[in-house]
């Protein structure tokens, strides 16, 4: 098995997918937010996760997005790449024409809507593992797939060769205690929930792959690495200090949250593809004044909070 830990330890942000006002992919924009973030200390970004809108992007789209991430990151931090879906024999395809060769790894989120039983997701993974051409992140959130993948078959899947690691939003603190318990020594385990993610390190994960790093990003690699450290009198003045955040990006629905902070910070245009809409106007104006109060703190008193 590929041991991802040393890479992967940290802060992961999950990308959204910018737009113009024609609904193009807006990669002008997707180069600010690359440097934006990776200047704002993530340790590592995954690129076509669901954040970036991917149930409304074309095969096309998610190869130009995935190869315009690599190159322009040109190695300055790792890059996830994400492929996943219902149809198994689809998600292998996409892996097929993804450009995985600069990647470090894959997260493939569990099967959505066909709810599989525990049997049916571990043959899904399992097939996929077998020709993927790099270690394969489970993604276990429930809350949109329909279905959670379980401890025993989260365990089971640790020990195939090519099952590096799982990125966990299922919320279920007993369940994330069990894994990180049995787990492999060298079997990554990450929280995907950013309200989480403090307590979740705080009881052996190894970072967070967040949303709110997008908007946020120092703040939030900042509290990561101090509870890693264990500092977690930092750690938590840090995420108290982002605790509004996680309501107003989550509020209605994730992107629309996010993209009202990148484009109050002047990153992104706020334009999303339907069947999203842009966030409300009452949450849209909180997240504006929450950013502006944010980003008026000194990077500093940011860093060296606590």
């Not at 440097?35 to 074309?58: A, H, K, N, R």
């Not at 299922?170 to 205690?177: F, H, L, R, T, V």
């Not at 993610?197 to 908007?215: D, E």
Request: glycine share 8%; proline share 6%.
């Amino acid at each position: 098995m590929s041991n991802l830990i040393p890479t992967l330890t940290g802060t992961g942000v999950a990308l959204v997918t910018p737009f113009n006002s024609r609904m193009d992919v807006d990669e002008p924009a997707l180069a600010r937010l690359l440097d934006f973030v990776i200047e704002g200390g993530v340790e590592y970004v995954v690129s076509l996760g669901t954040t970036g809108e991917t149930p409304v992007l074309s095969r096309e789209e998610k190869v130009r997005i995935a190869r315009f991430t690599l190159d322009y990151v040109n190695g300055r931090v790792p890059v996830v790449i994400g492929a996943g879906g219902s149809n198994t024999m689809e998600v292998i395809r996409e892996i097929e024409e993804l450009p995985m060769e600069g990647a470090v790894a894959i997260l493939s989120t569990s099967p959505y809507y066909s709810k599989p039983s525990q049997e049916g997701i571990y043959q899904h993974y399992k097939a996929i593992a077998d020709v993927a051409p790099k270690p394969i992140l489970l993604y276990n959130v429930p809350s949109r797939t329909g279905r959670n993948v379980d401890a025993h078959t989260i365990l089971r899947l640790a020990q195939l060769p090519n099952i590096a690691g799982i990125k966990e939003a299922g919320g279920d603190m007993a369940q994330c205690a069990l894994v990180l318990r049995d787990r492999p020594s060298d079997f990554l385990v990450v929280s995907g929930d950013d309200a989480l993610g403090f307590p979740q390190i705080a009881t052996g994960m190894h970072g967070v792959i967040s949303v709110a790093a997008n908007s946020f990003p120092t703040a939030f690699s900042s509290m990561v690495r101090a509870a890693l450290k264990g500092d977690l009198r930092k750690a938590k003045k840090l995420n108290d200090s982002l605790l509004d955040a996680y309501h107003l990006l989550f509020v209605e629905n994730n992107p629309a949250g996010v993209k009202v902070a990148l484009s109050e910070l002047g990153i992104i245009h706020n334009y999303l593809r339907l069947p999203l809409v842009p966030l409300s106007h009452q949450y849209a104006e909180q997240l504006r004044a929450y950013t502006k109060r944010l980003t008026h703190l000194a990077a500093e008193e940011i860093v060296n909070a606590g």
